[in-house]
C-alpha cells in the first residue's frame, strides 16, 4: 500500500489522478488533497477517499471548509497556508506526491516534496521551468524520483532506454527527442483575425480536456515552449536535441529518434490518466480507465513544422532556454501575469506575447542560482508584466 499526497487535487489532473487512485484501492491511499478555490469540490473529495489532511492553499476559504466538513461528517484536519501544503508533500507518512498545482504557486512544495526524497509525479511544468536546476539538484541531493505526468515528457520517458543516464542521449544511440504538440484550436485560423480571438475560443481545446491557463497556453504554443524547456531538465538535454513537431490529432505523445534510423513513440488515446498511471505504478502498469487506440477508425496521423508567425510564444521560450534560467523564471513569470489578464479580459489575445517578449526586453540579463534569486526574479518579472498589461489596458 502507497500513500499519496495530492496537491491541486481539484484541478484537472487531480481529479484524474482521484480517478486512477480510486481504481486500486488496494495499491495506494491518500494521505492529504490539496486545493484553492473550489472548496465544495475540495470537500466532496475528502468526502470519498478520506484522505488525513485536507489542505487550503490560504485562509479565504478555510472557515467554509471547516463547517463543510461538520456537516459532511469529513474526518480528516483541515489545514491552511503555505507552510501546510509543504508539510503535507514532505510529511514522512507519504510516498508520492502528484505535484498538480498550475503555475509558479505551486514551486515550494514541490521542492519539499523532491528534497524529501519522494517519488514526484510532475505535472507542475511552471516550477520546472521556474527553477529548473533547484529541483534537479534537490532530487539528486534527496534521491527522490522525478517522474513526468506532462503526457509528451511521460511518452519520451518511456520511449527512451531504461537505463538512459541523464544527459546522455549519444550514449543511448539517441539522435533527437521529437515534442509533438497539436498546434491547439487557432491552427488554421487566418492570422488576420488573431487580434479578435476571444476567451471563449482560447479556452476551448480539439483534443484534451484541461485547466484554463495550460488550455490558453496551448492555443498560444507556449505551452509547447514550456515543455521544450521542462524537456531541458527532465532528461538533462541540450535545446539542439529537441525538435518541435505539429502533430493535430495528438495521437503520439512524443517521439524518440535513434542513430540507426529508429523512431520509437508512445501513442494512446489523448486522456491524463495514462500518464498517471504510468507514474503511479512505475515500473509496473495498471489500469487507468482509458479507451484502447481503435485502429479501425484511426485514418491519419499528420505531421508538419510550426510556423513561428502563428505562434510567436514558441519562438520566445526556446529563445529564453538557450539564454539560461534566469529568462526562464522571467518568461514564465511574464506569462502567468499575461494569460491571467487576457482571462480577465483586459488585453487581447495577440497582446500575451508582446507581454511575454517586452518584460524579457526590459530586464538586464543574469544569473541566478538559489532559489532567493528565483523567487526575485519572479516578482520582478511578474511586477514589469503587471506594468506593460495596464498600459496596454488603458489603451
Ligand atoms: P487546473 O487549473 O485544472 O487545476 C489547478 C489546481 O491548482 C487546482 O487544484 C487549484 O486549486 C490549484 N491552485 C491554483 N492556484 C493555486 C495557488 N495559488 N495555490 C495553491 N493551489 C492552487 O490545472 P490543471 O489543468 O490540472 O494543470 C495543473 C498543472 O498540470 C499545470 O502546471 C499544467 O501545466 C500541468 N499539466 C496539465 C495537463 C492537463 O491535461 N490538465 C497536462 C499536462 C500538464
Ligand atoms: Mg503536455
Same mark, same amino acid.
Given at each position: ?13 487531480? @481529479?484524474?489522478?482521484?480517478? $486512477?487512485? %480510486?481504481?486500486?484501492?488496494? =495499491? ?26 485536507? $489542505? ?5 476559504? &478555510? ?5 463543510? %466538513? ?5 474526518? +480528516? ?6 507552510? +501546510?501544503?509543504?508539510? !503535507?508533500?514532505? +510529511?514522512?507518512? $507519504? ?6 498545482? !498550475? ?36 532530487? *539528486? ?45 487557432? =491552427?488554421?485560423? +487566418? ?13 476551448? /481545446? ?9 488550455? $490558453? ?5 507556449? *505551452? ?12 538533462? !538535454? ?8 505539429? /502533430?493535430?490529432?495528438?495521437?503520439? /505523445?512524443?517521439?524518440?529518434? &535513434? ?21 503511479? %505504478? #512505475?515500473?509496473?502498469?495498471?489500469? %487507468? ?17 510550426? @510556423?513561428?508567425?502563428? #505562434? ?19 518568461? *514564465? ?48 518579472? =511578474? ?11 488603458? @489603451?
Amino acid at each position: 500500500m502507497q500513500t499519496v499526497t495530492i496537491l491541486g487535487a481539484t484541478g484537472s489532473i487531480g @481529479c484524474s489522478t482521484l480517478d $486512477v487512485v %480510486a481504481r486500486h484501492p488496494q =495499491r495506494y491511499r491518500v494521505f492529504a488533497l490539496t486545493g484553492h478555490q473550489r472548496v465544495e469540490t475540495l470537500m466532496q473529495q475528502a468526502k470519498v477517499c478520506m484522505p488525513r489532511y485536507v $489542505v487550503l492553499a490560504d485562509e479565504s476559504h &478555510y472557515q467554509k471548509a471547516k463547517t463543510l %466538513a461538520e456537516e459532511m461528517g469529513i474526518t +480528516a484536519d483541515i489545514l491552511c497556508g503555505a507552510s +501546510a501544503l509543504e508539510d !503535507v508533500a514532505s +510529511a514522512s507518512e $507519504v510516498d508520492i506526491v502528484m505535484a498538480a498545482i !498550475v503555475g509558479a504557486a505551486g514551486l515550494l512544495p514541490t521542492l519539499a516534496a523532491v528534497r524529501s526524497g519522494k517519488r514526484v509525479l510532475l505535472a507542475n511544468k511552471e516550477a520546472l521551468v521556474m527553477s529548473g536546476s533547484l529541483l534537479v539538484d534537490a532530487a *539528486n541531493q534527496s534521491g527522490a524520483t522525478i517522474l513526468p505526468i506532462d503526457s509528451e515528457h511521460n511518452a519520451i520517458f518511456q520511449c527512451l532506454p531504461r537505463d538512459y543516464a541523464y544527459g546522455r542521449l549519444a550514449d543511448s544511440g539517441v539522435t533527437q527527442i521529437l515534442l509533438t504538440g497539436s498546434g491547439g484550436p487557432f =491552427r488554421t485560423r +487566418a492570422l488576420d483575425t488573431f487580434d479578435a480571438i476571444t476567451i471563449d475560443e482560447a479556452c476551448y /481545446h480539439p483534443n484534451w480536456s484541461m485547466g484554463r491557463k495550460i488550455t $490558453v497556453d496551448s492555443a498560444t504554443m507556449m *505551452n509547447k515552449g514550456l515543455e521544450f524547456i521542462e524537456a531541458c531538465w527532465l532528461f538533462g !538535454v541540450q535545446p539542439d536535441d529537441i525538435t518541435v513537431v505539429l /502533430h493535430p490529432q495528438s495521437t503520439i /505523445h512524443s517521439m524518440v529518434q &535513434y542513430t540507426d534510423g529508429s523512431v520509437i513513440a508512445q501513442l494512446g488515446e489523448p486522456d491524463m490518466r495514462t500518464p498517471i498511471a504510468y507514474g503511479l %505504478a #512505475y515500473p509496473q502498469r495498471i489500469e %487507468a480507465g482509458v479507451a484502447p487506440l481503435d485502429f479501425a477508425t484511426l485514418t491519419s496521423l499528420e505531421f508538419s513544422t510550426p @510556423c513561428q508567425q502563428r #505562434y510567436p510564444n514558441l519562438q520566445l521560450a526556446i529563445d529564453a532556454c538557450r539564454e539560461g534560467q534566469a529568462a526562464t523564471t522571467r518568461l *514564465n513569470a511574464a506569462n502567468e501575469v499575461a494569460v491571467g489578464a487576457f482571462l480577465n479580459g483586459q488585453i487581447r489575445f495577440t497582446d500575451i506575447a508582446s507581454v511575454n517578449e517586452e518584460t524579457l526586453n526590459r530586464l538586464e540579463p543574469l544569473s541566478v542560482s538559489s532559489l532567493q534569486h528565483i523567487l526575485e526574479q519572479d516578482s520582478s518579472a =511578474r511586477e514589469v508584466a503587471n506594468h506593460i498589461v495596464r498600459g496596454l489596458s488603458s @489603451c
